[in-house]
Every structure is written in structure tokens, then in C-alpha cells.
């Protein structure tokens, strides 16, 4: 029996664990039915005991783990995966379509194309039709001819754009590069020559990209760097065909100017003219050059003061500004928040400008489990979209969201110097960051020295390294590797914090019951097979710890906007008096002491009215450390508006004062907010309210609306996805 991904998922997730891995467990991680769990266990032993390795175990009430030989031999079984033993996806099927038709030699007919996906020729066409579909978003069209066969008509640079598109469809995130190469090399089986030659020119291509990287001072990501390779051998494969792309004349002026052009110029395209011997037009110079700048980077060193980043630099300060001004948050390292969210803007600025989508896996869960900041992030992405000229898509969004949501979570978080560890993500820069922060949030004991690209990582010393928590399946002889999700769920926080404890050796000192005594009972009364193995599994059984982190829900508005903290007063001599009359049922009922109260107005006579958040509506807070107790949120109503500067659109007749303890938890209660102040008739009518009573029940009628809205749009999407 065939994998496929999903199997190999499951199958490359039990090799990474050294315990016992319940049923449930599974559901959860990969969010499958228990039936269909069953299933892939039973493709998995069809596969192990294909390849004379011992089928998945299992011992009642502890769960499901693979033999010590067959945890060793199963990665390096699936790197080298023949392509007949592996079962496309109809997702990757239609990615190799496509990847075929692109560099085709020779005729490709419905025969041809049904060998290569090993599939029936009625799938195969449905794959065709799905795959036409496709190519029509790129104005793009599949055509077939008696003698040609079937081909891929069309602008080259729509074909281009389709060609980055598909190729993040047959790299699924997280696939190791050797697998994937070896995957693709079957495709030459009938032409010895090509086959052979595939490996060293892809190998070619990184070498090249691995100079370019030194030269410029930036690291790609290692799915980046990957991705950029085979693209660049695809359109090299396109030029030897006189297929070649052309270029605004504006637009390639000001690629000309950049550095990372003169380099390509003088050492990518030459080097590359050595493999696919052809003359590369100015023009496709300039478009190799938009790839290198789009590309993700893990790390960079250059200078952050050149010409061609200052207007970046300047919407990266108004986006942390806004951003800031938003959440009702204040980031204590400003300038680090800025430099980071630079780092990712430059690649993303010329991903949209030139049309090259960003390969973002993640981004339903981002703005699943992060979706307050991902609502915030949407909010200020106004200036980077100004600056390119183009709207920025919802994965780019997601990516940036990455950035302010990994700099909310370290924001008063610095981990003790105990136990040392590393982390592996080879994602970029924001994945990597909101992990780290997840990380040290989770552990007080240990300090999180380095994140590193898997290439790093292989030539990391790891003498003073403790374990290593990893996104991607890696191993290291003798060293601890724990993989998780690049999000953590809360499966693997529950996992991670009971796996690093029990590698702490007064791990049972946390509780009363000692594993080693256990184990000697059991001696006692049976016979043990495998000790180390059994103690491990003692040893996270008895350390249970309750994991609070994203179980339980952020407040809404109602929790925090209780009616005793709303007022209604016909209006304030000035704005001063009106934060304070505001602010007055917070201090009154101890949530903030009037430290708080002075903070506001100081913050206010100093940056201005900052405070104004939409027409009528002013939202002053100050810092949890300027006298917060507990969080909450009043609400004053003004029957006439009160101003804030001369200005007529700082006249304010709503003053929701907000007080919160932390950077996170108002975060919902604040998208809530936002999402009922959208409405002008909502605004409308809390102004015309005349008791606090009318005002908390018209906000709770609101926010049900909104709520009930979003659980059918909700629906709607799971009985999409799910039929």
C-alpha cells in the first residue's frame, strides 16, 4: 500500500517520538477522525512491514509507538522514497501537471500524463479540468493538439507567475529537500543523461545562491532557499526554450539600481548561462533579481540605513505606531519591533509589487488562534499598501501578523539561564519569532539561545546544547530533538512541557511518587522489556501540568464593559475633565489607582490626540505598570461632543477608557469593540442613549449580532472545506 501525505505525516510524527502517542492525540494534531487515524495506522504497517521493518506497537492505556529500529530507519526511508511508493494528493497531482507541461521535450498525452501521477486516465482528466481551472486565474489556458499533445498556452509571464504557484503545491511545508529530490528525479527515468544531471545542477543553482547569500549579507529561509532553486532551474529550462519574460521599463530601472542586481549580473547569470546554455535578456536579469529581493530571509546583516529601504523603514514606524495605538499596547523595545518588521517587508514589498505569491502554510491558523492581532495587523497594513501600490492579501497579512504577535508575547518574558536550548525552524524570521516567544512564555528554566535554519543547525556544535525543539523532522546522534507544530497547539504545549521536564533530573521532586521506585515494584511482579523507555513513560505520566495557555477564552467587551462602569452626562468643560469623569468608575471599583488617570492625560498632552480611533470615538489608555490592578473598560457618553484639539474630526462624544493588566488579554474585547464601532448607526445610537442601561444592552445586542454572523460564516466555510 502506497503513503501519502498525510500518512507520511503521521508515520514522520511517531519516528520523532520517543513515548506513547494516544489516538487522540492524533485526531487532535492532525485534526482527522478517529476513523480515518485507523486507516492511515493501517497504510503505515502495510508500508513498515513492506519494508521489513517492524509494524506500529501498542500497549493498552499507555498508546501507539514505533520499535527503536524502525524510529531510526523510517526518515531515511521516506527521504528516499521511491516515486511509485509514493500517493499523490489531488493537490499535488495537479501541482505536477502542470510542473510537467512546463518543461515538457516531447509530446505529453493523456497516457503519458496518467504514468507520471499514476493515476486512472478518468482522474487524470478530472485533474485536467481542475488544473485548466486554475491556469484561467493567470489568464492562462490549457490546449491540446493531435500531434503536440496537450500544452500550457499563454503570456510568458503569466506562465512565470504559475510557475511559482504550483511548485509551493509540490513542496508541501515541511518536506525535506533530499525526499523531494529524489521524488523529482523519476520524472528523467526514460533519459539517463537528464537524470543524472538533474541533482548537480539544482546543486549548482544553491551553491550559487549560497555565494549570493555571503555576498549580500542575508540568509534565506531553508524553504525559501529551496524553492528559489527550482525555480530558477524552471526558468532556465523556460529561457533554453526562447521563452523569456519582458519588463516594464520603469519598473526595470529601478531594479537596476539595487545592489543584489549588479550581483546577479556579474556572477548569478553567468554562472547559470554555464548550465542552461542560453543568452539571458536584460529583461530576465531584472526578473531573476525581483526573486532574489521577494525571497524570505531567516537573517540579514546589512546596513539598515541604505536609500532603498528608507521608505520602508518610514511605514514600518507608522505601522508599529498604529499598531500600538490599536492593541492599547506599548512595546518596551520599540526600536527591535521596527528592525524586525523591516527584515520581512523588504522580501514582501517586492513579492506584491511583481505578483509572486507568498508561501504562507500557516496563515488560516494565524488568523484562527491569532485573531485579534491578525484583525489589528489588517488595520495598519494601509501604509505598507500605499507604499507598493497594491492591496496586500491575507497571507501576506498573516506573515506580518507574526511579527506584532511574537513581540506582544515577549514583552516582559526573559527565560533564566538554566537549561540551554536550540530551536529549528526553517519557516523565516516570523514564524521563527512567534515560536521562540510561545517557547520562552511556556519555560521559565530554560533559555532559548539561537533559532536556526536546518542548515545551521547540521553544522551547529551542540556540546552546550541541552535538546532541541524543532518544526521540521531533523536528527542529530545523541542529542534530544522534541518537534512541534510552528504554532504551538495546545497539544504540544501540554507535550513539551512534560517531555522537558522529564529530561530535568529532580524532575521528581515535583511530585510524591518516584518513576525509579515504580519501576522497581513493577520488577517485582513482571517481567520489563525495555526500562528506559518504561521510566520516560512513568516519568511524564506523573508530571501532569495544567496548560492555561490558549484554553481558556479572552474576555469579550461584556466582561470587561460592566454596566456600573458606564456613565451618560449631558457633556465636560475639556477633554481633561472628560478623561477623568471617564476614568472615575474604574478607580472608584479598583481596577487602576489615579497614577493611571495622570498617565493618560500626560501621554495625551504629549503625542497629541492620539487616543481618536474612529469618528466620535476616543479610546485613552496607559501602561499596565502605570497602576493597572485589574482589567476593564468604562464607558462615558456625551450628549454634547467635547474636543480634543481644534481639529472638527477630534470631537468626541464616546469615551471608552481602557485599563488592562497585560499586552493580550483585552485583545478580543477589543476586536469586539472595533467590529460593533464599524457601524455609524451603532455609533449613532449609543450617542443618542440616555441611560447607561440602554447603552450596555444595545453593546450586548450588537456583539451578539456580530458573533452570531461570524459562527454561520464559520459553518459555511467547514461545510465547504469538508465536501
Known amino acids: 500500500m502506497y503513503l501519502d501525505k498525510r500518512s507520511s505525516a503521521v508515520l514522520l510524527f511517531l519516528a520523532n517520538r520517543n513515548d506513547y502517542v494516544s489516538i487522540r492525540e492524533l485526531e487532535r494534531t492532525f485534526r482527522i477522525s478517529r476513523r480515518t487515524i485507523y486507516y492511515d495506522l493501517g497504510k503505515i504497517n502495510a508500508w513498515l512491514r513492506k519494508n521489513d521493518l517492524q509494524p506500529i506497537q501498542y500497549i493498552r492505556s499507555h ?16 527521504a528516499h522514497l521511491k516515486q511509485w511508493e509514493y500517493e499523490y494528493t489531488p493537490d499535488e497531482r495537479i501541482g505536477w501537471l502542470a510542473f510537467y507541461l512546463f518543461i515538457e521535450e516531447h509530446p505529453l498525452f493523456l497516457d503519458d500524463l496518467s504514468k507520471k501521477t499514476r493515476v486512472s486516465r478518468n482522474t487524470t482528466i478530472n485533474d485536467l479540468k481542475k488544473l485548466k481551472k486554475e491556469l484561467q486565474t493567470f489568464s492562462l489556458s490549457l490546449r491540446f493538439h493531435r500531434q503536440k499533445g496537450y500544452f500550457i498556452h499563454g503570456d510568458e509571464n503569466e506562465k512565470r507567475k504559475a510557475i511559482v504557484y504550483f511548485t509551493s503545491k509540490i513542496i508541501p511545508p515541511g518536506q525535506e529537500w533530499q525526499a523531494f529530490i529524489a521524488n523529482v528525479r523519476d520524472l528523467f527515468q526514460k533519459n539517463v543523461r537528464a537524470k543524472d544531471g538533474f541533482l548537480k545542477e539544482l546543486e549548482e543553482i544553491i551553491s550559487i545562491l549560497n555565494e549570493y547569500e555571503r555576498e549580500i549579507g542575508i540568509q534565506f529561509a531553508d524553504e525559501a532557499l529551496h524553492h528559489l532553486a527550482l525555480r530558477l532551474w524552471l526558468f532556465g529550462k523556460r529561457v533554453v526554450k526562447g521563452n523569456q519574460v519582458t519588463m516594464d521599463p520603469v519598473e526595470k530601472e529601478i531594479i537596476r539600481q539595487t545592489k543584489e542586481f549588479q550581483f546577479a549580473k556579474k556572477n548569478i547569470i553567468g554562472k547559470i548561462s554555464s548550465i542552461f546554455p542560453a543568452s539571458f535578456s536584460d529583461d530576465e536579469i531584472c526578473y531573476v533579481t525581483t526573486h532574489l529581493l521577494s525571497a524570505k530571509i531567516q537573517q540579514t546583516n546589512r546596513d539598515g540605513d541604505n536609500a532603498d529601504i528608507r521608505p520602508l523603514k518610514v511605514v514600518a514606524r507608522k505601522m508599529v ?48 488562534e491569532y485573531k485579534e492581532i491578525f484583525l489589528i495587523t489588517k488595520k495598519v497594513i494601509h501604509h505598507f499598501e500605499t507604499l507598493v501600490g497594491k492591496k496586500v492579501e491575507d497571507d501576506e497579512t498573516a506573515l506580518i501578523a507574526l511579527h506584532f504577535g511574537g513581540w506582544l508575547q515577549k514583552e516582559g518574558l526573559k527565560p533564566p539561564k538554566r537549561k540551554k536550548a536550540l530551536i529549528v525552524c526553517p519557516s523565516g524570521i516570523g514564524a521563527s519569532t512567534i515560536l521562540k516567544h510561545q517557547l520562552e512564555g511556556l519555560f521559565s528554566t530554560v533559555d532559548f539561545v539561537e533559532t536556526l535554519s536546518v542548515r545551521d543547525f547540521e553544522k551547529r556544535r551542540l556540546e552546550d546544547i541541552d535538546f532541541t525543539i524543532s518544526t521540521v523532522p531533523i536528527r542529530r546522534e545523541g542529542h534530544i530533538i522534541i518537534p512541534v507544530h510552528p504554532i504551538l497547539t495546545d497539544v504540544d504545549k501540554e507535550r513539551l512541557l512534560k517531555k522537558v521536564h522529564s529530561l530535568s533530573e529532580d524532575a521528581g521532586k515535583m511530585t510524591k511518587y518516584s518513576a525509579e521506585a515504580i519501576v522497581e515494584i513493577v520488577k517485582q511482579h513482571a517481567a520489563i522489556e525495555d526500562e528506559e523507555r518504561l521510566l520516560a513513560a512513568i516519568r ?119 485599563a488592562s493588566v497585560d ?9 469586539q469593540l472595533s467590529e460593533v464601532l464599524s ?11 440616555n441611560a447607561p442601561v440602554g447603552v450596555w444592552e444595545l453593546l450586548r445586542e450588537r456583539i451578539h449580532e456580530t458573533s452570531q454572523e461570524t459562527s454561520q460564516e464559520t459553518s459555511m466555510e467547514k461545510g465547504i472545506s469538508y465536501s
Not at 498508546?63 to 521516506?78: C, H, I, M, N, S
Not at 492599547?328 to 517587508?345: A, G
Not at 499586552?663 to 476586536?671: C, D, I, V
Not at 457601524?679 to 442613549?689: A, N
Open 663 to 671: 499586552q493580550e488579554s483585552h485583545l478580543f474585547a477589543l476586536s
Open 321 to 368: 505606531t498604529d499598531f500600538q495605538s490599536a492593541a492599547c499596547v506599548t512595546f518596551s523595545d520599540r526600536n527591535e519591533v521596527e528592525k524586525n518588521l523591516l527584515i520581512h517587508l523588504k522580501p514582501a514589498y517586492y513579492r506584491i509589487k511583481y505578483g509572486i505569491k507568498a508561501e504562507n502554510p500557516l496563515a488560516e491558523q494565524i488568523k484562527s
Open 679 to 689: 457601524d455609524p448607526q451603532t455609533v449613532e445610537k449609543l450617542t443618542e442613549s
Open 540 to 658: 511524564e505520566y506523573l508530571y501532569r501540568p495544567e496548560v492555561s495557555a490558549g484554553k481558556g477564552k479572552k474576555p469579550g467587551l461584556m466582561d470587561l464593559l460592566q454596566l456600573p462602569l458606564i456613565q451618560v452626562r449631558e457633556t465636560c468643560s475639556d477633554w481633561k475633565q472628560a478623561v477623568e469623569t471617564a476614568s472615575l468608575p474604574l478607580l472608584q471599583n479598583g481596577y487602576i489607582d489615579s497614577g493611571y488617570i495622570r498617565a493618560m492625560i500626560r501621554y495625551i498632552e504629549t503625542y497629541g490626540p492620539y487616543p481618536i480611533i474612529s469618528p466620535k470615538v476616543a479610546l485613552p489608555h496607559g501602561k499596565p505598570e502605570d497602576g493597572v490592578q485589574k482589567t476593564g473598560i468604562s464607558l462615558l457618553v456625551l450628549k454634547r461632543p467635547v474636543s480634543f484639539s481644534r481639529e472638527e474630526r477630534h470631537r468626541v462624544q464616546l469615551i471608552f477608557v481602557l
Open 63 to 78: 498508546g501507539y509507538f514505533l520499535t527503536d529500529e524502525a524510529r531510526k530507519a523510517v526518515p531515511q526511508k521516506l
